[in-house]
């Protein structure tokens, strides 16, 4: 199976893309939606998450995000101990879906492919981009947060200028109409690639 990382910064329209490519017929996992559901569905993601953070790490409703989300801003490391928990899961999770799909490539849409290594297990890698302006300003319309908020979230993730240099593909995600353009030329230079 052909596995095409899909990444991009934080509103760059990763989502939107990963949508143009399953309305193509490509199968796409979304590894953070993926990962949510374990972080609730698996026994062993939960008692190893509640021996990292203790019995708060999970309420009724599920995972206790904003108790998480405090313990690892004060302290980076458990966002690192977090995702060696969450991140193997993810990935064996992703083998055993990929295999089940009948189709010429999958995509695995990941927001930090390459902050993670993950784009070592990919084939190919297409990077998401858009000015800093209109991801700001996509961010503010979508989410209840800040602009200063936003500026520290990109400053975690590696630069699109890095992560371009390491991606066969790149897709501008400006307006509708070009973006879903590129889309296609993507998707059939893949097709294009696995025919030979």
Request: aromatic share 8%; proline share 2%.
């Amino acid at each position: 199976m052909i596995v095409v990382g899909l990444t991009g910064g934080i509103g760059s329209g990763k989502t939107t893309v990963a949508k143009m490519f399953k309305d193509l017929g490509v199968p796409v996992y979304i590894a953070d939606d993926e990962a949510k559901k374990l972080m609730l569905e698996s026994k062993t993601i939960k008692q190893e998450l509640i021996q990292l953070f203790g019995e708060n790490a999970y309420i009724k409703e599920g995972l206790n995000k904003p108790f998480i989300a405090n313990i690892i801003f004060n302290d980076k490391s458990y966002l690192q101990k977090m995702n060696q928990i969450v991140h193997p899961r993810v990935a064996e999770h992703f083998k055993s879906w990929a295999i089940k799909q009948d189709a010429p490539y999958v995509i695995k849409e990941v927001a930090i492919l390459f902050e993670n290594g993950g784009h070592e297990a990919c084939d190919y890698v297409i990077t998401v981009t858009a000015s800093k302006e209109i991801r700001i300003e996509r961010l503010l319309e979508r989410d209840e947060t800040s602009v200063e908020k936003i500026e520290a979230i990109m400053k975690n993730q590696w630069s699109d200028e890095e992560k371009i240099k390491r991606s066969q593909f790149v897709i501008f995600n400006n307006t509708l109409e070009e973006t879903r353009e590129q889309v296609l030329k993507v998707h059939q230079e893949i097709i294009r690639i696995l025919k030979f």
